[in-house]
């Protein structure tokens, strides 16, 4: 474990607080990067493990055994009097709902790409997703001090990917060249401060400042006058701007005030080089930090309404408003039970108080129910602290802008809204990916089943990118994530955290049956065996309907053959034997039923009698009959680079898939809509990644049931068999 020093970081008001998301993908080294700022900072006292999610932002051991990070941690730092919270988000895609939540609580997200692998389609991605919503950006290039790195190669790409608001402002003086390269320095080329690493660097003391050598400057200084032209144009400082026209000489704190409207106003994006692991760059991406994010009070607030719908106005990041506060996370504790980070946006939080808790829902699947609405609950508020790493530390009230851990609030679900019972707020909800990847689990053992509905409850509650549903058709209980490692590490948790061992098997997809052509058949449930039997005949014509029809019971019956309170009772029949299937047990649908002819018994008929009647003459018909077997056929639409379209048409092909429209999507992508069978993409999520290089995403809704291919048909017949 990472000591931590004893202070706790703490503001005064919003204007001290800066809420900075770290994002980037996953190897670029943002949870090493944190735990650097924090040694810069003298928030710890010496560095624990550097791999990413066994370091000092770890809150629970399913991070250090999935040997990732799979949380969103928050880590604050005083740099002067103003507090930074770092909110390090996970880079796997598998984690990309608890990355939403970071963005959420943040007033900035600060990109952190290595200098070794530059810009992937994801992040790419990402940085669209933060533009739509007007989130300030700048961008960390990590592992500057590797031989192989190019910083000016990095920066290049960056500009290519994010656009041409993106400028080096911090560059790296190196030496030599191959394998004999060098980081010897870094060069502000703002402050024109140089920062000699020559002795080899450290997180311990900070670097000397001098002159920057002149070959450096001559190297970098068009880029200087780029940056400062950028800087000066997107901040519409006139007075500036006409100085430099002049040619007269920049005060760089005018420089830098300008640099940080430009970066609040979302349209300019500056990069600094880092080596994390030698401390280079770091002391000064400290000092930016607070200078270049806006504070809590420069970022539009979210959108709130009451709970009735109708929208309030006028809230701001003010301590004296109106409890505003929004659930990003939850957690269980095995000692204090559920934790909360919670991001105050108005108002002031205070311990052992009151609370109007309004959810939004979360879809379980559990018990048939698609949503849960919770509206109107009010909850005491357990005690307030600032997280620390794996630590804590309580604190007596939280302000707006700030962001702390609640305790004993065992209602609260992530998105949850949390404000005064006598003027409750509902903030509207960020969008939580939909996972497309099930998988089938069950309980390992009898003392595990008691536990195993709950505990998934309290899985998906933490986690809204998860969901759970009972199949009502093959009655298994299915997990859907977004990947393979979601899957993991969810039930990691069950076992570790819930003590519920689970086992997990391959979704069945629910196939139907029909009749490919009119047959008849007759039920005859006759039975004597002392006192009243059972007497029930009844004959039937079956003809097939077209897809979705369902059941069409027809009475013909004629001269009361079978008396008119025993025909509903033959169609219940033929209904719950539809329901059954037949040989195979897959459910028969889409039939026209026409009761023709039968007999009665006036003593032994019956309601039952009949019931089993109807059975009977539905089994005889399909004895005598062609059964066809139908596969689910979902509407599939996915969205990927353009540069993927002609791998993932192809793929779609592979899958039996039929595309029936491609259109091209803003930022050079293209959606695809096709029909594919649910047999061929029960891990599509997984093979999407791989096929567009994590560029594509996909949504998945029933269309219809269809017939399935003999081929296919005969493949699962022999893998039935060979289990």
């Excluded at 048939?368 to 007596?396: A, I």
Aim: with cysteine.
């Amino acid at each position: 474990m990472v000591d931590r020093a004893v202070a706790v970081p703490r503001a005064a008001r919003p204007q001290d607080i800066r809420n900075i998301a770290l994002v980037g993908p996953t190897g670029a080294g943002k949870t090493s990067l944190v735990e650097a700022l924090l040694l810069a900072a003298g928030e710890i006292k010496r560095p624990g493990r550097v791999e990413e999610g066994t370091t000092v932002s770890d809150h629970d051991e399913v991070e250090v055994r999935q040997k990732r990070s799979v949380h969103l941690t928050v880590n604050p730092v005083m740099v002067g009097d103003v507090k930074v919270n770092l909110l390090d988000t996970p880079g796997y895609a598998d984690f990309i709902g608890a990355m939403r939540a970071g963005l959420r609580g943040a007033d900035a997200a600060l990109f952190v790409i290595s200098a070794l692998d530059g810009v992937d389609g994801r992040t790419r991605m990402l940085w669209e997703e933060c533009a739509a919503i007007g989130m300030p950006r700048a961008v960390a290039v990590t592992k500057i001090d590797h031989p192989r790195a190019d910083f000016d190669e990095v920066v290049a790409q960056c500009q290519e990917a994010f656009g041409s608001g993106v400028h080096a402002a911090y560059v790296p003086a190196v030496e030599g060249s191959g394998d004999q390269r060098e980081l010897v320095g870094l060069w502000g080329l703002v402050s024109e401060r140089y920062y000699d690493y020559s002795d080899g660097g450290g997180l311990e003391s900070a670097p000397a400042s001098c002159p920057a050598p002149d070959w450096l400057r001559e190297q970098a200084g068009p880029l200087r006058e780029t940056l400062i032209e950028e800087v000066i144009t997107e901040s519409e400082d006139e007075a500036l701007m006409e100085r430099y026209m002049e040619g007269g000489e920049l005060d760089p704190d005018l420089l830098i005030a300008d640099l940080k409207k430009a970066v609040a106003a979302g349209g300019f994006h500056p990069v600094l080089a880092l080596s994390p692991t030698r401390g280079v760059g770091v002391r000064e991406l400290l000092r930016e930090l607070p200078l270049s994010c806006p504070d809590p009070t420069r970022r539009p607030f979210p959108s709130v309404n009451r709970p009735d719908g109708r929208p309030v106005e006028g809230l701001s990041c003010d301590p004296a408003g109106p409890l505003v506060a929004e659930v990003l996370s939850t957690t269980s504790d095995p000692y204090v039970g559920r934790v909360s980070l919670v991001r105050v946006f108005s108002g002031t939080l205070v311990p052992d108080v009151d609370v109007h808790l309004h959810g939004h829902g979360v879809r379980t699947g559990l018990g048939n129910s698609d949503e849960l609405d919770r509206s109107g609950d009010e909850e005491r508020l357990g005690s307030l602290s600032v997280p620390l790493g794996r630590q804590t530390s309580p604190v007596g009230e939280v302000i707006a802008g700030d962001l702390c851990l609640v305790s004993k609030l065992p209602a609260a679900r992530t998105g949850d809204t949390l404000s005064a019972p006598e003027l409750p707020f509902r903030v509207s909800p960020w969008h939580f990916p939909d996972p497309m990847m099930p998988v089938a689990i069950r309980a390992a053992s009898a003392s595990d089943e008691d536990k195993l509905s709950q505990s998934v409850s309290r899985l998906v509650a933490e986690d809204p990118s998860l969901r759970v549903r009972i199949n009502p058709e093959t009655h298994q209980m299915v997990l859907w994530s977004l990947g393979e490692a979601h899957l993991d590490a969810a039930l990691d948790r069950l076992e570790h955290r819930y003590g519920v061992r689970v086992e997990t098997e391959e979704v069945r997809i629910p196939l139907r049956e029909t009749f490919t052509g009119p047959s008849q058949g007759m039920g005859r449930n006759v039975k004597q065996s002392g006192g009243h039997g059972e007497f029930g005949v009844c004959r039937i014509r079956v003809e097939p309907l077209e897809s979705g029809a369902g059941l069409e019971f027809v009475d013909k019956v004629v001269g009361g053959v079978v008396p008119r309170q025993y025909v509903p009772s033959v169609e219940k029949g033929v209904r719950a034997q539809m329901a059954d299937g037949v040989d195979d047990g897959h459910p028969l649908v889409d039939l026209r039923v026409t009761l023709y002819d039968g007999k009665a018994h006036s003593v032994d008929s019956s309601d039952m009698a009949f019931q089993k009647a109807g059975r009977l003459a539905l089994r005889d018909a399909a004895s005598t009959s062609e059964l066809a077997v139908l596969e689910p056929v979902d509407t599939v639409t996915v969205e990927v680079d353009d540069a993927y379209l002609g791998a993932v048409l192809s793929d779609l092909s592979a899958r039996r898939g039929r595309v029936v429209g491609t259109e091209t999507a803003p930022g050079g992508r293209v959606v695809i809509r096709a029909e594919v069978p649910e047999l061929e993409i029960v891990r599509y999520a997984v093979e999407l990644r791989s096929v567009s290089h994590g560029t594509g995403v996909f949504s998945r809704d029933y269309l219809r049931h269809e017939r399935l291919p003999e081929q296919v048909e005969r493949r699962l017949t022999k893998e039935r068999a060979a289990h």
